[in-house]
Structures are given as structure tokens and as C-alpha cells.
């Protein structure tokens, strides 16, 4: 055969569109890996899935939040960056299919995806500058270069006059591609690739270690005021019932982090000032172990907990009383004369939080916590130092890695939460939870404890009842208090009969509420409700 339109060894149509593709997915690659290799050198907060996440949380409103908590609870963090390492494919085999035949847009299009990482790096509340965009910078950069070469490489050349063109040119005159280039560079780009991005991971898990060194170097002193021992009747031996102490490694965790905090305890300081602060401090770590330090069990509640959810716990912690540093600055709460009524805690990480001074300072133990079921705090809950409120919603209280406290007032500042729908003022609502049995379990029939918790911090839970089907409400049984902001265990022994059975339950607190039988989602300012649970008995 002669017809050289046959003949020619021109690639199919499709292979160049498929390999560009190929090279779109390996300079994304690149890009991310010497992003997070250049971030393990400036901050692991500044690399650009880091920064993407944390600009797209900021902006999730308050209900597709909700709605992420729900479905995802504390795996929602790996979703969103899953979700945004699955947009960043799809932009990469585009402009890798488009490569070919438009190189520089191709190109462009990755230098303008590190563009928008770096943007987010620099908008980022806690940003340190200027070179937080670095890492995506660069990331770009490099991925730009490899895609316009590996484009390069798909381009069709005309081969050499008298057939000497390409490695298989001499044989098959006709336009075609450099394969052997293509291949070497597209396995010597992956390899790289893999070879920075595990560099980089190795920096990154490296760059804390000041902090971890100052957290394995800490020796919390004594209390100055004990805790009393937790009654022993306020734990009950039940299987399936929360335990009185939750265990710090299963304490719930709620923030915006995508990458927790790791700050060097004795380079900390802790500013307070503002309205009304007649002497203004800052505080080293050290400052503050110095003072007197109280220790109490107190009970933490998130404002996202749904009606029977998890994200409620009770700990011991260990700290200063924040009314007494408040009161030595000079700050004297609303109620005696003073001009601001919002207290504004905010982290290293750029969050704010707002609490009613008037409640910090009424006699109750907020707390300005260094310690945590006598540890140290753990770094994911706040170390080194963070608030703890009895009676508030965590987001309205409980700042983690705080560095700031300021003296405002509601009218003149919205913190984080608040310019995101959620209530200026959150007061824990009255709630109660069965633990055991579960949803959906099978007990047998005749004797079947049904036990849980129940919570109204600083109120104290004076009653549990429960109910099944719709027969009456009947008393369950009340472990010892520990302390009015502490949660109580409840039990009650329930002479199971065969069938589908649905158990209610409800709390009174101190106040002589019933809790609300009236059902609110969290959005704003808390879930209501009662906790059922079906269970079939056998
Ligand atoms: N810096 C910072 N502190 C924070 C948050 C946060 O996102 N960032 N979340 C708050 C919320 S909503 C709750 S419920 C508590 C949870 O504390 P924990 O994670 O130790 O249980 O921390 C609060 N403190
Ligand atoms: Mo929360």
C-alpha cells in the first residue's frame, strides 16, 4: 500500500487529548507536592489545600455546616479536603487535555490555579504574611513549567526532510509526536513528585516540634483549690453509659482547624485589654502557672450537638480563675458600673469568641485552663492554654489556642460564629441522652437498664424521667451530683415486654424546668428536644 495517509505512525485521535490529561493530573501533582514541600519550610497552615479548606469553612453558611455535622461528624474535615483534592483533579485533566493543542493556555490555567491557593494563604485570618502565598506559588510555578514541557513533548512536528526525524521517523514519514520524551519525562516528573510531597509531609510533621517539646517539658504544678474526689456514686457501673470522666482521647473535638495549632508554650503570650481595662497585661505561660490555680470538673457542650449527639463531654481541668485576672486589670462587669458586656477570646488561628463578661465574672469557675484530666491540655484541645465557661455553648466560651482577650461590647463586635448565624448569647439548654440501649438494639425480654446523662451546667439536674411509648413519665434514678456544672448519670430499670418499644426521656433542671419537648435544630442557638430511642424486645 502506498497511500501514505494510512501509513504514517500519527497518533490516533485521542491518544493526545488522553496523554495531555495525563499530564494535567502530573503537573497538579507537582504542583501540590512542591506546595506542601515549600509549606513544611514556611507554615504547614499555608499550603493550599490547607488554605482553600480553611477559606471554604469560613464561608460554609451556618445550615450546610449543620448539614455537614450530621452526615460526616468529625470526619467532616477529610471531606472537604477529599472534596477539594477531587475539584483540583478535574481543573488538572482539562487543562491537561487542552495542553496540546493550547500549551500556554494550558499553562496558564495552572499558574492561575496556584494563583487562587495563595490568595486563600494570604486572606487566611491567621495569616503571617506575605509568605504564606509562597508555597502555592511556587507549586504553581512548577506545575506550569512540567505541563508545558510534557505538552511539549505531544506537540507534532513535521518530521526531517529525508525521513530522519524522530526516533521512528525514518520508518514512518509523517507529523507525530516525541514518545520517547514524553514517557521519560512523565516518569521522572511522578517520581519526583511522590519523592517532594513525602518530603514534605516528613517537614510538616517536623515543624511543631518546639511545641511538642514544651508540652513534654511541662510539669503542672498543684492546684491551689482541689477538686474534690468525683463522688463514687456518681458513677454507676452500667454497660453502654457515658463514663463520668470522659477520656481525653475521646473527648469530642469541634473547631475550624484543618491543621491543629502547635504552639511553643514559652514563646505564648496572652494579651488582655480593651474597654474598661485600667491595667492592661500580657502574660507569659509562665506568668500564669504562677497564680493560683483551681481545679473542677465541668461539663462542655457544643452548640451543633443534635438531641442524643455526641458532642458533650465532662473533664477535670486545671487552671486560673479568669474573674480574678480580670478583676487585678481593673475590669469590673456590667452589672458594677463597668462599660463592656462582651468578652472577645481570640486564638492564634484567627477565631473569636464572644461570652457575656457579665457571666465570666458572676462567681462561677471560668477558666483560663492549662491542664485537662491531669495532663497537659492535648494540642487538639487548646494547648496551651484555653477558656472554659461553666453553663455557656463552647463557641460562645470555650477558646482554644487563645492569645487575646479584649473588652467590647455586643453592639460593637461580632465574633466568628455570630457573623455566621449563630446567637450572641448561648446559655446551655436542658438536655438529657440515652446512652444504652442503642437505636435499633434487640434487649430480651424482662429486665432492660435503660441509663444516659444529662446536663444543665451551672443550673444542676435536679430530676430524669422516662417514658415509654406513651405510658406515663416515671422517675429514673439520679447518680450523685459532682457539681452543679457537671453532667449526671440516670438510670432506670425497665421491665421490657416483647414488641416495638419506643423510650423517652426527659431532664429537670435546678430552676424547676422541664426540658422542652419543643424541637429547634442547632442553628441558633442550640438543638431542643427529647431523645428517643426505638428498640424491639425479644
Ligand atoms: N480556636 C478555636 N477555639 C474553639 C473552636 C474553634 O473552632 N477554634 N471551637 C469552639 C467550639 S464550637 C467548641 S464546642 C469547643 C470544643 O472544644 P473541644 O474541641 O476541646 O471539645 O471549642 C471551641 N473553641
Ligand atoms: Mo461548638
Given at each position: ?232 456514686a456518681a458513677q454507676v457501673r452500667i454497660?453502654g453509659i457515658s463514663s463520668f ?54 461539663t ?8 442524643g449527639?455526641?458532642?458533650v463531654?465532662n ?115 436542658t438536655q438529657s441522652r440515652i446512652d444504652t440501649p ?10 432492660v437498664m435503660v441509663a444516659g446523662v444529662a446536663w444543665a451546667?451551672?443550673?444542676g439536674i435536679d430530676k430524669v424521667e422516662v417514658r ?5 413519665w416515671q422517675p429514673a434514678r439520679l447518680a450523685a451530683e459532682d457539681?452543679?456544672?457537671t453532667w449526671r448519670q440516670w438510670s432506670f430499670p425497665w ?8 423510650l423517652t426521656v426527659r431532664a429537670t433542671d ?5 426540658q ?14 427529647r431523645h428517643?430511642v ?5
Open positions: 500500500m502506498t497511500d501514505d495517509g494510512k501509513n504514517r505512525r500519527t497518533p490516533r485521535s485521542g491518544t493526545r487529548p488522553a496523554l495531555g490529561a495525563l499530564s494535567g493530573v502530573l503537573a497538579g501533582c507537582a504542583a501540590l507536592a512542591v506546595a506542601e514541600l515549600a509549606a513544611g519550610r514556611v507554615r504547614p497552615q499555608a499550603g493550599p489545600v490547607v488554605a482553600v479548606g480553611g477559606a471554604a469553612i469560613d464561608r460554609t453558611p451556618a445550615a450546610v455546616k449543620a448539614w455537614a455535622i450530621r452526615n460526616f461528624g468529625t470526619d467532616d474535615k477529610l471531606v472537604l479536603q477529599l472534596g477539594i483534592l477531587a475539584v483540583l483533579a478535574l481543573f488538572a485533566l482539562a487543562l491537561g487535555a487542552l495542553a496540546p493543542r493550547y500549551r500556554r493556555s494550558g499553562s496558564a490555567g495552572v499558574l492561575l490555579l496556584g494563583a487562587v491557593g495563595a490568595a486563600a494563604a494570604i486572606g487566611r485570618p491567621d495569616s503571617t504574611g506575605l509568605t504564606d502565598a509562597l508555597p502555592s506559588a511556587v507549586g504553581g510555578v512548577a506545575g506550569a513549567f512540567l505541563l508545558y514541557f510534557l505538552a511539549g513533548r505531544l506537540a507534532l512536528r513535521a518530521p526531517a526532510p529525508g525521513g530522519a526525524g524522530g526516533t521512528e521517523g525514518a520508518a514512518f514519514p509523517g507529523p507525530e509526536w516525541d514518545r520517547r520524551g514524553f514517557v521519560l519525562a512523565a516518569s521522572a516528573a511522578a517520581v519526583a513528585s511522590a519523592g517532594a510531597g513525602v518530603l514534605g509531609r516528613v517537614l510538616n510533621a517536623t515543624s511543631g516540634r518546639d511545641a511538642v517539646a514544651s508540652r513534654e517539658d511541662l510539669v503542672l504544678p498543684a492546684p491551689d483549690s482541689p477538686a474534690p474526689a468525683v463522688p463514687r454497660p470522666t470522659t477520656p481525653n482521647q475521646d473527648f469530642y473535638r469541634v473547631d475550624t482547624a484543618l491543621v491543629v495549632p502547635k504552639v511553643d508554650a514559652t514563646a505564648w503570650r496572652l494579651r488582655v485589654h480593651g474597654r474598661g481595662v485600667v491595667r492592661p497585661v500580657t502574660l507569659s505561660f509562665d506568668d500564669l502557672l504562677r497564680r493560683d490555680l483551681i481545679e473542677r470538673d465541668i462542655l457542650t457544643c452548640v451543633s450537638n443534635e438531641v449527639g455526641p458532642y463531654g473533664a477535670r481541668w486545671l487552671g486560673v480563675r479568669l474573674a480574678d485576672l480580670l478583676t487585678e486589670c481593673g475590669v469590673r462587669p456590667p452589672s458594677a458600673g463597668g462599660p463592656a458586656d462582651q468578652l472577645v477570646a481570640r486564638s492564634v488561628d484567627g477565631m473569636t469568641l464572644g461570652s457575656p463578661v457579665e457571666d465570666v465574672m458572676d462567681g462561677r469557675d471560668a477558666l483560663l485552663a492549662v491542664g485537662m484530666n491531669g495532663e497537659p491540655l492535648p494540642f487538639a484541645h487548646g494547648f496551651p492554654v484555653r477558656m472554659v465557661v461553666p453553663g455557656l455553648y463552647g463557641y460562645v466560651s470555650a477558646c482554644k489556642w487563645i492569645e487575646d482577650i479584649e473588652l467590647t461590647t455586643f453592639d460593637a463586635y461580632d465574633p466568628y460564629w455570630v457573623k455566621r448565624d449563630w446567637a450572641r448569647r448561648a446559655p446551655v439548654k442503642k437505636p435499633f438494639a434487640r434487649p430480651g425480654a424482662g429486665t451546667q451551672h443550673r415509654v411509648d406513651d405510658g406515663p457539681s452543679r456544672d421491665q421490657a415486654t416483647r414488641g416495638g418499644h419506643t435546678r430552676t424547676g424546668a422541664v422542652t419537648e419543643e424541637r429547634a435544630r442547632t442553628v441558633p442557638d442550640g438543638a431542643s428536644g428517643s426505638v428498640v424491639t424486645v425479644d
